[in-house]
């Protein structure tokens, strides 16, 4: 089952605009993270969230989490072409072991 | 250093023959895993080993065996192969618990 569904599950954008991602889950987490899978490749980490924390930035990318509502959302500002790819969360469900979202396929045109 | 490399990239198989995936990490990382990813559809979890010498099902394991041969090495063996395991199949590594994984490539499989 997975534990992370992402809203929306397309976006497509100018570059230039920001995006925004949201993800919800469904039990208690320790952290919550992004990925991002560009086409044909493997998962690239992006940033980790944990429980105790509200929010978290890295470079153009800004990460909430609100564990009231289990849901988090992920900010990309001033997108550019090259950030196109899909965005996963996941969430370490059952400690060892995370569970992914079935991701956003995120489209910036230039 | 490479970090996590998998083998092969690519596979075609018929119905019914066998193959092992490969997958080896340099990060001295304890945890490995192993997903499949179909078209739209996130990564579900195969096999993991929380550590050298365990292994643990995930949420799909039937048609899949692992062996964690040491703390580098983890594979992900079809004993049957079926069209239904057609896909991606990425490995994965962690220092432990649920932190942050890092991916191998990927390995496409196509069973005809």
């Known amino acids: 089952s997975q534990q992370g569904e992402e809203d929306p599950q397309a976006l497509s954008i100018q570059e230039g605009e920001n995006a925004t991602m949201n993800c919800s889950y469904k039990?208690?987490?320790?952290?919550l993270q992004w990925y991002r899978q560009n086409s044909g490749r493997g998962l690239v980490h992006l940033i980790l969230?944990?429980?105790?924390?509200r929010e978290k930035h890295s470079g153009r990318l800004r990460v909430t989490l609100d564990t009231s509502k289990k849901s988090s959302s992920l900010l990309i500002t001033a997108s550019r072409a090259a950030d196109t790819a899909s965005y996963f969360c996941?969430?370490?469900?059952?400690?060892?072991?995370?569970?992914f979202g079935a991701g956003t396929i995120l489209r910036v045109k230039s | 250093n490479a970090g996590v490399t998998q083998t092969p990239k690519f596979q075609v198989l018929k119905t019914g023959q066998s193959m092992t995936l490969q997958c080896a990490q340099d990060m001295n990382h304890n945890s490995m895993y192993w997903y499949r990813q179909d078209p739209g559809m996130g990564l579900r979890l195969i096999y993991y080993s929380a550590s050298e010498g365990t292994t643990d099902k995930g949420e799909v394991p039937n048609g899949y065996n692992v062996s964690r041969l040491n703390k580098r090495e983890f594979s992900l063996r079809l004993e049957s192969a079926a069209p239904s395991q057609t896909s991606v199949y990425f490995c994965?590594?962690?220092?432990?618990?649920?932190?942050?994984?890092?991916f191998g490539p990927g390995t496409r499989l196509l069973v005809l």
């Open positions: 994965a590594t962690t220092k432990g618990g649920g932190e942050t994984q890092y």
């Open positions: 969230i944990r429980s105790n924390e």
């Open positions: 039990t208690s987490i320790n952290n």
């Open positions: 996941a969430t370490d469900e059952y400690g060892n072991k995370l569970v």
